[in-house]
C-alpha cells in the first residue's frame, strides 16, 4: 500500500492534499490518527463524531441523575420512574435503524447536526413535565439523540483505512459514550446543587437545570455542519453533482444489511453489552442511593464511574480485537469478544451480591470494563459483515443496543432488583456462546472454518492482499450501481 502526502493528480474534490498520509486506493482515507490535530478533513470528523455523541449523551441522560428529585416532585413509583427509562431509550431504536441507510446514502455530518438540535428541544422543555405520561413522552423524544451513535461510527469509517478504523471506531465511541458518565457528575453533583445553591428550591433547579444541556446540543449541532466534511474528498452532495460519487438507494442498502444473519447475531450481542450501559446509566444512581442510603449528589459522583470507563475501555477492546485479528483472525475477534461478554456476566454477578460501598464500586468499575470493552469488539466485527453496506449493518446492530436496554429496563420494573441483575447477566452469558454461531465468508468461524489465503495474507500484511480493502472498503462501479437499483441483491449472494 503506498502511503504519500496530497495526490498526484487534480482530481475534484475539496482537498487537494492533506497534512496526513492517505491511502489513494481506499479513496484517501488517513492511515493514521493524529489525536491532537483539529485539522480537516480526517481529524475534524473524528474529533466531531465523538464529541457530538458526547452531547448527545449529556442531552439524553440529563434527567436520570435527577431522577430521585423529580419521582418526589411528581409522586412516581418504582414501575413508574422504569417506564420512563425504558421511553428513554425505546425512542432511539426506529432511529438507528433509519440513520444507518441514511449515512448510506447523505453522509453523517448534516444527520448528525439535525439530530442533536432536534433532540435539544425536548430536553429544554423538562421542566414543564407534570406527571408520569407527560415524562415518558419527554424522555422518548430525548431519546431520538440516542440515534447519532449510528453517525459517530459510520463517519469515522469512512475517514480512515483498515489498518486503523477499528481503533478510531472504538475511540470515538467510548469517547462519546463517556458523556453517560460525565453526565451523571455534571447533572447531578454539580449543576443541580449550584442551581440550589443559587436560591432555587429542588424543585426549581431539576426543572430549570435540563435547559444546560438543550443550548449546548443545538449549538454543537450547528457547529458541526458548518465546520466539518462529509469524507475525505468533501461532501457528498458536492461529490454527486461532479460525478465522482454514485447515488445510493437507502432502502436498498438497508435490505442487504438486514438479509444477513449475522448482522442479527451482532445484533443480540451488542444489546448484551451497550443495552448494559445504558440501563446502567438509568440505574446506577437510584441503585446507589437506595442500596446505601446515599445523597443525590453522592449517588451520581460514584454512578458516573460507570460511564468514566468509557475513557480507555471502549478503545482498548477495538484495539485488541485489532491485535487479536492480526494475530488469528475473524477467530481472534470472535474469541475475544467471547471473553468479554462472557467477564461481563459473571461480573454483574458478583455486583449484585455485593454488600459493601467500596467493594460494590470497585467491581462495577471491573464491570463496566468489561461492558465498555464488549462494545469496542463488537464494531471491531462489523465492517466485515457485509462491506457495501457498513452504514445500514451499523444502525441494525446499534439499535440492538437500545433494544437490550428495553428489555432489561422491562426486567428492573417488574423484578426486584436483585433478580433483575440476574436475569441480565444470564442473558449476557448466553450471547457469548452466539459468537459460534457467527460466520462471514472468507473467515474462519469461531470453532469451525478456515480463512481464505486472501484474507489471510490481509490481517498478516503480507503479499498483494495486503493492499485490498477487508475491514471497510469502498463501492466499486458495479455495487454501486446496484445500491441504486430498487432491484439490489445481497453483497454475499452475488460473492456466492
Known amino acids: 500500500m503506498s502511503l504519500f502526502y496530497g495526490t498526484p493528480q487534480a482530481e475534484i474534490k475539496k482537498?487537494?492534499?492533506?497534512?496526513?498520509?492517505?491511502?489513494?486506493?481506499?479513496?484517501d482515507k488517513a492511515t493514521e490518527i493524529k489525536l491532537v490535530s483539529f485539522k480537516r478533513p480526517h481529524m475534524r470528523a473524528f474529533h466531531f463524531s465523538w464529541m457530538c455523541f458526547f452531547t448527545a449523551f449529556f442531552i439524553w441522560f440529563a434527567i436520570a441523575p435527577l431522577l430521585p428529585e423529580i419521582s418526589l416532585t411528581l409522586g412516581l413509583s418504582k414501575q413508574q420512574i422504569w417506564t420512563s427509562n425504558i421511553s428513554s431509550v425505546a425512542g432511539t431504536?426506529?432511529?438507528?435503524?433509519?440513520?444507518?441507510?441514511?449515512?448510506?446514502?447523505y453522509?453523517?455530518?448534516?444527520?448528525?447536526?439535525?439530530?442533536?438540535?432536534?433532540?435539544?428541544?425536548?430536553?429544554?422543555?423538562?421542566?414543564?413535565?407534570?406527571?408520569?405520561?407527560?415524562?415518558?413522552?419527554?424522555?422518548?423524544?430525548?431519546?431520538?439523540?440516542?440515534?447519532t451513535f449510528v453517525m459517530c461510527q459510520y463517519w469515522t469509517s469512512s475517514m480512515f483505512t483498515k489498518e486503523v478504523a477499528g481503533t478510531a471506531n472504538a475511540i470515538v465511541g467510548g469517547w462519546?459514550?463517556?458523556?453517560?458518565?460525565?453526565?451523571?457528575?455534571?447533572?447531578?453533583?454539580?449543576?443541580?446543587?449550584?442551581?440550589?445553591?443559587?436560591g432555587l428550591s429542588a424543585e426549581q433547579a431539576w426543572r430549570t437545570v435540563c435547559l444546560v444541556p438543550a443550548c449546548v446540543g443545538v449549538l454543537m449541532g450547528l457547529i458541526t455542519i458548518k465546520q466539518s466534511d462529509d469524507c475525505p474528498k468533501g461532501n457528498y452532495s458536492e461529490m454527486k453533482k461532479n460525478g465522482t460519487m454514485a447515488e445510493v438507494s437507502a432502502s436498498a442498502s438497508f435490505r442487504s444489511g438486514a438479509m444477513n444473519v449475522n448482522t442479527w447475531l451482532l445484533f443480540i450481542q451488542y444489546a448484551c453489552c451497550f443495552g448494559v450501559e445504558l440501563t446502567m446509566n438509568n440505574a446506577a444512581a437510584s441503585y446507589f442511593k437506595a442500596t446505601f442510603e446515599l445523597s443525590t449528589e453522592s449517588a451520581a459522583a460514584i454512578a458516573s464511574l460507570f460511564g468514566?470507563?468509557?475513557?480507555?475501555?471502549?478503545?482498548?477492546?477495538?484495539?485488541?480485537?485489532?491485535?487479536?485479528?492480526?494475530?488469528?483472525?475473524?477467530?481472534?475477534?470472535?474469541?475475544f469478544q467471547t471473553l468479554c461478554?462472557?467477564?461481563?456476566?459473571?461480573?454483574?454477578?458478583?455486583?449484585?451480591?455485593?454488600?459493601?460501598?467500596?467493594?460494590?464500586?470497585?467491581?462495577?468499575?471491573?464491570?463496566?470494563?468489561?461492558v465498555q470493552a464488549a462494545e469496542g469488539s463488537t464494531f471491531g466485527i462489523v465492517p466485515y459483515v457485509n462491506p457495501p453496506v457498513t452504514g445500514s449493518i451499523s444502525g441494525i446492530v446499534g439499535a440492538g443496543g437500545n433494544v437490550g436496554a428495553v428489555c432489561f429496563g422491562l426486567g428492573f420494573r417488574n423484578l426486584d432488583t436483585l433478580h433483575a441483575f440476574y436475569l441480565m447477566a444470564s442473558c449476557i452469558l448466553v450471547s457469548g456462546v452466539i459468537s459460534s454461531l457467527i460466520f462471514i465468508k472468507g473467515h474462519a468461524g469461531l470453532l469451525t472454518?478456515?480463512?481464505?489465503?486472501?484474507?489471510?495474507?490481509?490481517?498478516?500484511?503480507?503479499?498483494?492482499?495486503?493492499?485490498?480493502?477487508?475491514?471497510i472498503p469502498q463501492l466499486d462501479t458495479t455495487?454501486?450501481?446496484?445500491?441504486?437499483?430498487?432491484?439490489?441483491?445481497?453483497?454475499?449472494?452475488?460473492?456466492?
Open 93 to 105: 431504536i426506529i432511529m438507528r435503524f433509519i440513520n444507518g441507510p441514511l449515512c448510506d446514502k
Open 15 to 27: 482537498y487537494q492534499s492533506y497534512y496526513i498520509n492517505v491511502d489513494p486506493n481506499q479513496n
Open 479 to 496: 455495487t454501486a450501481a446496484k445500491l441504486s437499483d430498487d432491484s439490489f441483491h445481497s453483497y454475499e449472494e452475488e460473492e456466492a
Open 176 to 198: 462519546g459514550n463517556l458523556g453517560g458518565g460525565v453526565t451523571q457528575l455534571i447533572m447531578g453533583s454539580v449543576l443541580f446543587p449550584l442551581f440550589k445553591a443559587g
Open 341 to 370: 461478554l462472557v467477564g461481563e456476566g459473571l461480573m454483574i454477578f458478583v455486583f449484585a451480591n455485593t454488600k459493601s460501598l467500596g467493594l460494590s464500586i470497585f467491581v462495577m468499575v471491573i464491570f463496566s470494563t468489561f
Open 107 to 147: 453522509g453523517a455530518r448534516i444527520l448528525m447536526g439535525v439530530v442533536l438540535a432536534a433532540a435539544s428541544i425536548p430536553c429544554a422543555c423538562t421542566g414543564l413535565v407534570q406527571n408520569a405520561t407527560q415524562l415518558y413522552i419527554l424522555r422518548f423524544f430525548i431519546g431520538l439523540g440516542g440515534s
Open 308 to 335: 468514566w470507563m468509557n475513557l480507555f475501555a471502549r478503545g482498548l477492546g477495538g484495539f485488541l480485537s485489532d491485535k487479536a485479528n492480526y494475530g488469528y483472525g475473524m477467530r481472534g475477534r470472535l474469541a
Open 449 to 471: 472454518g478456515h480463512d481464505s489465503p486472501e484474507v489471510i495474507a490481509a490481517y498478516r500484511k503480507t503479499g498483494e492482499a495486503a493492499s485490498t480493502t477487508l475491514q
